[in-house]
Structure formats: structure tokens, C-alpha cells
């Protein structure tokens, strides 16, 4: 059996007197997509924000890539592999989309703003993010703005940017917010795809992608996990219909 790229033991979080996050465990293994599933304010969310480190679990730990990372700071987790994309984009909207992926790279090579080679005439970081956007269907819009990008390119460019980064794990939060019936399709198409390069976590609330994509699903409600499984064992689950899916099963 293959080591977890990612493994989560025990982790607890509390905000006040709400737990968060409670004596949380579940792993991520080489090429697969883990879903992770559950109602409203259950703490998906929260639970990725201490995987990547913008928010520091209370006990417990994460391990990733062979090494526990509970400790170090974002950029440190991000340098180390850990790709993300956030339910708000962390875009700069006014830079072009081949310049956000640019100024990602320089930034986590630690050679950001150099005085000396202007990031716009880097040929090397200009190919290598090219080809990134390319790998996301995005080379036609290199020079558009961020902001003037639909809603799900924007989306495709954040990926890119976690590819550029070569990224050893992707966490996903609701990737398929906001997208149309075919904007949702095609990006479950590009994730299936994705998972070749680094496994993925994903957060999402669209269940037709969670089915057609996940290898093993986690049922998050408030705050534990009430079922980690295939998708057929998630469907049969009668807790989980309970909690969550109802209907959708
Ligand atoms: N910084 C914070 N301070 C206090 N409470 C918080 C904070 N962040 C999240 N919470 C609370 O923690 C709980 C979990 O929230 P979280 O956003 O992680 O849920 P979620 O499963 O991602 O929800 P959704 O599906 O709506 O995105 C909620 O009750 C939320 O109000």
C-alpha cells in the first residue's frame, strides 16, 4: 500500500466555543481524488485553511510529503508542494493571467521583484508559465487580465498557478462554485485529468462531480467525519443519508 502523500491525525480545532474541527483523521494517497463532503458550516473549509496554514489546528497533526508541516507557515507548505485554490480567489486581478502565474513562481523561488531581471523578461519563467496555462486550456488568454476572465478561467488559472508550483498534493475548495452546467462538466473532465500529476482534495458541494470524480469520499459533520469510503459505500451509508446526502444518493 502506497504512503499518504497527506495524512491528517487527530486534529482538532475551536473557535471559542465551537469546535471546529473535531479529533480529525483522514489521508490523501498517491493519485487519487479524496472528496470531502458535508452541510453548510460543517468545516471543510476551516480544515483546509490548516492544511495549507492560515489557520493553526489546536492538536493533532499533519504530515505531508514524509514530514509533519503543523509548524511552518504558508509559504513554507507552499514551497514544500502544497498547491491550493480557495473559495476566494487569491488572484491579482489586474495582472495579466500569464503574470499571476509568473509572479506564483518567482514568488515561491524566493527570487520575487528582483531588480536586476524585470519578471516580464525572464524568457525561461515566461515558457515554463506558458506551458502551465497551455496544460489548463488557457494559452489564448495569457495577456487578458485576471479580472477580465470568466469566472471559471479564473478558476483554470489558479490550477495553473498550483501547477507551476509544482505542486505534490492540489486542495480544492469548491472548485465548481459558480460555474454553469458546462463550465461544471468541463472542469470535471480537467480534474480527472489532474490527478495524474498530484492527488487531490476536494472540497465541493456539486455532488454529480464528487460521484463521477472521487476514489474515496469523507462525510464531514460538524466538524468529524461520520464516513470515509467509496463512493458506492458513501451512497449506501444510512448516516450519511441522514446528514447529508438525502435525496442525492
Ligand atoms: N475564523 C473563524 N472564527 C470563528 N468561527 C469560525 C471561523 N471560521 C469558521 N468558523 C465557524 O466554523 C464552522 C465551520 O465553518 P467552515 O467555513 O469551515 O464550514 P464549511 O464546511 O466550509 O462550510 P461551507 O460549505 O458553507 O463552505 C462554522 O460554524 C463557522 O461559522
Redesign the pocket.
Given at each position: 500500500m502506497a504512503e499518504p502523500v497527506l495524512e491528517l491525525s487527530d486534529l482538532v480545532k475551536n473557535?471559542g466555543a465551537?469546535r471546529?474541527t473535531d479529533h480529525v483523521s483522514i489521508d490523501l494517497k498517491p493519485g487519487e481524488i479524496h472528496a470531502l463532503i458535508?452541510p453548510?458550516?460543517?468545516?471543510?473549509?476551516?480544515l483546509i485553511h490548516q492544511i495549507c496554514g492560515t489557520v493553526r489546528q489546536d492538536s493533532g497533526t499533519i504530515r505531508f510529503a514524509g514530514q509533519d508541516i503543523g509548524h511552518l507557515g504558508v509559504a513554507e507548505r507552499s514551497r514544500l508542494g502544497l498547491g491550493r485554490t480557495f473559495?476566494v480567489s487569491s488572484l491579482a486581478p489586474e495582472f495579466s493571467a500569464l503574470r499571476n502565474v509568473m509572479l506564483a513562481v518567482q514568488a515561491q523561488q524566493g527570487t520575487s521583484f528582483g531588480f536586476f531581471k524585470p519578471v516580464m523578461r525572464d524568457a525561461s519563467l515566461i515558457d515554463r508559465s506558458m506551458a502551465m496555462l497551455k496544460r489548463v486550456g488557457l494559452q489564448d488568454r495569457a495577456r487578458l487580465a485576471a479580472a477580465e476572465l470568466s469566472h471559471g478561467e479564473r478558476r483554470q488559472l489558479e490550477i495553473a498557478i498550483a501547477l507551476a508550483l509544482n505542486s505534490k498534493a492540489f486542495l480544492l475548495d469548491e472548485p465548481m462554485a459558480g460555474m454553469g452546467p458546462e463550465g461544471s462538466k468541463s472542469l470535471t473532465g480537467f480534474l480527472d485529468t489532474l490527478r495524474q500529476e498530484a492527488p487531490i482534495l476536494l472540497v465541493e458541494?456539486d455532488m454529480d462531480a464528487v460521484f463521477a470524480l472521487a476514489d474515496r469520499i469523507s462525510v464531514?459533520v460538524y466538524g468529524r467525519i461520520i464516513a470515509t469510503g467509496t463512493v458506492e459505500e458513501i451512497r449506501r451509508d444510512p448516516a450519511v443519508r441522514a446528514a447529508y446526502l438525502g435525496d442525492h444518493a
Open positions: 473557535f465551537l471546529a458535508g453548510n458550516g460543517a468545516g471543510k473549509s476551516t473559495q458541494h464531514l
